[in-house]
């Protein structure tokens, strides 16, 4: 019984004295790791063509072209007509003693155009503006320095057109059309009509046949250059002259088929 006690006595010693060890060490630190550094996140990029680097595309200027659905533009010409003499003075002249035209030329690109691509294809509907003017002359035998005219003869109007393009992956684009204008017709007398002594009586609407090609050449983006050329087959203006305020002095006619070159820009959109 007393080595017993003894036993227990010896233990509880031994636990003080752990006990007294615990406390005289104080707490525990608290210690926390380094602040980590921020971790950008990365993020996957997708690409349709495995194992390839993802590359932008530039713009494709020829796609934008040539899917573009309108096109304007203006020209300047220069007109040849094709029939500039005619008999010989009050012998199948052109009237009177006028035997011989000539071309007047537009002093600016006045031929302004639009068109429309029909369906997304080569073929677009377009409608331009016109205008065309000769100076008349009378017989070189009658008037040697050609200074004698009685006044000029003017056509303007509209020509509604097809237009077929050849569009391309290059800067170049030929063209053919085929177009039929309405014109309004009218002479302008110089000083001898303008006393009322003679005049002119004549057609105030004629038509004619268009047929032409060109170059567009674009320059950039959807803005380009324009080479042009047609022929224009117009309907004869036909009619009288008077004179000594209203004797017929005979038939008027004038022929305005023309030959044109020119060059011009457009925009398509």
């Not at 790791?33 to 990029?45: C, G, S």
């Not at 009619?239 to 020119?262: C, K, L, N, Q, R």
Request: glycine share 10%; with cysteine.
């Amino acid at each position: 019984m007393r080595a017993n006690k003894t036993a227990v006595a010896g233990f509880f010693m031994m636990a003080c004295v752990a006990a007294g060890m615990v406390r005289a060490q104080g707490p525990a630190l608290d210690v926390k790791p380094p602040d980590a550094a921020p971790v950008t996140p990365v993020v996957p990029l997708v690409t349709n063509v495995p194992g390839e680097a993802a590359v932008i595309p530039p713009i494709d200027q020829a796609s934008v072209w040539n899917s573009s659905d309108w096109q304007i533009g203006t020209r300047y010409t220069d007109v040849q007509l094709q029939d500039k003499k005619r008999g010989t003075p009050n012998n199948g002249s052109f009237f009177g003693t006028i035997t011989q035209i000539n071309e007047q030329q537009d002093e600016w690109p006045n031929k302004i155009y639009l068109q429309y691509r029909l369906m997304k294809s080569p073929v677009w509907f377009g409608v331009s503006y016109d205008h065309i003017r000769a100076s008349t002359m009378d017989d070189l035998s009658l008037v040697p320095d050609g200074s004698g005219s009685d006044g000029s003869e003017e056509l303007q109007g509209i020509i509604p057109y097809l237009h077929a393009a050849w569009d391309n992956e290059t800067r170049f684009s030929p063209y053919v059309q085929a177009g039929f204008g309405f014109y309004q017709a009218k002479f302008q007398p110089n000083s001898w009509g303008n006393n009322g002594q003679r005049w002119v009586s004549a057609k105030g609407n004629v038509t004619g046949i268009e047929l032409g090609g060109g170059l567009n050449v674009r320059l950039y983006k959807n803005l380009s250059a324009d080479l042009f050329a047609k022929y224009m087959k117009v309907d004869d203006i036909t009619g009288d002259w008077y004179y000594a305020y209203g004797i017929h002095g005979g038939p008027f006619i004038m022929t305005m088929s023309y030959v044109a070159y020119g060059a011009g820009i457009n925009y398509r959109f």
